[in-house]
């Protein structure tokens, strides 16, 4: 891979063509390092494909110096040597868009993107949509626990080939889905729950995915489970929209819950807990799988979080740290080319021994 400096891009003050600034501007696309394989799209891609950003998968790597200042003095140039208008606006829009991805996740509009996951039996692709962000909305962007978790979930060996029935599985807190979907890719009935607030994208999400979970030979629900009310659990038909109807209440526990980034205030731990307790069936073979950010602020959460999982009669049968990205908090691709949005996560299995019963 060759590194070049951005003094090697097409400069300014030499009226570059719209083309040459758009073939520089693709170079500067920033893919999250830890979706290695994801490709990154534009929610909207113009009809010639020239707003479609793809992770940087040149063998032309641009150093990151002076990379904000190529960018800012491209927004602020009137740009008036290239006539098209068409193409100037789609320069100033690249430029912008290069910026904001360098201004974190948040600077950025709706987006979608492709994640590629791990199972016994090769890859599998999932479409996750985020969008827009704003700032009370966690749960409509793909944290970096949740992508560790989707590509270690096949080690657990939760589906297994001699049962004939899939084992049901309940994603607490699923945000845009990707933990559950995965699950569901290797096999399992899933149903991903989260606030209705975030119900209308996940169910778009868990819809999407429709095909590709059925191919696994899979299934998805999804619905509304607020921890403050942990008993109270509905569905919604495949395709609802919104939680806003009658939902269908949910009474049968499950054998397998799922977690991730689910600890980021003092109250979660109590409220993770309780409705873990609610909804893990009594099956001595019943298990909970979780990740999360071992961020300092919530490490006391963490602490609470297990303290509880012993009190409710659940014990580690596994468990291990690993690292992320949480994708657009990274700034490696910015100015100072640092990488503060790497995450060290903490992943665990619990049963009701200490035995691992796979
Ligand atoms: C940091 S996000 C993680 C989302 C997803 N699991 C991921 O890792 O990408 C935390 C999630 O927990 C959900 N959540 C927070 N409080 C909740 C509550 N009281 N009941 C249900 N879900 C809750 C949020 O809506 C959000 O989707």
New binding site residues.
Partial sequence: MSLLHVFDLPQLYTKPSAHALLHALGLLTSAPPSWECSDVENHDPDEHGLGRRKGNQSSLQIGPEGVTRYLTSIVSSSLQWIEDEEAREEVWNQASMRLSERSGRTAMGAISRQFRIPSPSGLFNLTIHEPALTAD???????????L?AKRLHIFGIVKECRPNSPRVL?????????GLAMACLGADVLL???P??YPN?AHNVLKNHDVVRQNNGSTLSGV????NPTSLCIFPQGTPDSDGVGVPVQTKFPVIL????L??SD?PR?LVD?IEAWLSEHEEAKVIV?FPLRDAYLPEIKDFRDRMKRIGLFIQEEGEEKGYDDWGWTGAGDDGSDSGLVHCWWSSWGRTTRKTN
């Fill in positions: 909305n966690l749960g409509l962007k793909t944290w970096a626990a949740s992508y978790l994603e607490l807190g699923s945000g845009t889905g990707l933990v729950t989260d606030l607030s975030i996940l489970l607020d921890w403050t977690a991730a980034d689910s980021y205030s979660h409220l409705t990740e």
